[in-house]
């Protein structure tokens, strides 16, 4: 079974720093995507950043990039320029890439709340 | 386009009873995935329906049903409420092997 690993609960970065938010996965699957998602109060999970496992080149959006290291698992989140509506639960999940007729099921981490200090 | 929406927001419930909670996926979108978030911790999967058929079921009980209807929309079922069950019912829809849009969840809390 695959499982994601989050091991930072709670982090926190000044104003207009950068901040890393770390996650580790585990599965035997060659081809699959790896998601971060923002949750903030309001419930609503967002999407910030996909990457698919196949492509080699780093998913950047706007102040959002990962670090992917496929031979480590290793899937970490970077925060440029942090901002006050950065401050949420983040969380990372996993997803087959294919599934036949099988389900596409997300399997998430415990998440890491992200507070932003002005 | 309107995103997903939940019914109904919140809601309280007692032990024992059922309850009912309505998702309507993104126009165009023909699955709809059903996943239960507890205070403190990341979604956990509890059905998925594309084309009205169910492709995949978590690690719930039986007293955890779903149905996907015609117009893709969808209904989860829980009977026999436990306080354990309460917990935030978040929607995502998706085409099949795409990428996922959630809902704001309902509120479900058993006293």
Redesign the interface.
Known sequence: AQT?TQSQPEMSVQEAETVTLSCTYDTSESDYYLFW?KQPP??????VI?QEAYKQQNATENRFSVNFQKAAKSFSLKISDSQLGDAAMY?C?YRFA?SG???????????TKLSVIP | DAGVTQSPTHLIKTRGQQVTLRCSPISGHK?V?W?QQVL??????IF?YYEKEE????NFPDRFSARQFPNYSSELNVNALLLGDSA?Y?C?S?N??G???????T?LTVV
């Open positions: 994601v998602y309001s419930r609503q999970m967002i999407l996909r969380f999940a294919y007729a099988g389900s596409y099921q997300l399997t998430f981490g415990k998440g | 699955s995935s996943y403190g911790q990341g979604p956990q999967f998925q492709r995949g079921r978590g935030l978040l995502a998706s099949i092997q990428g996922y849009t959630f809902g704001s969840g509120r």
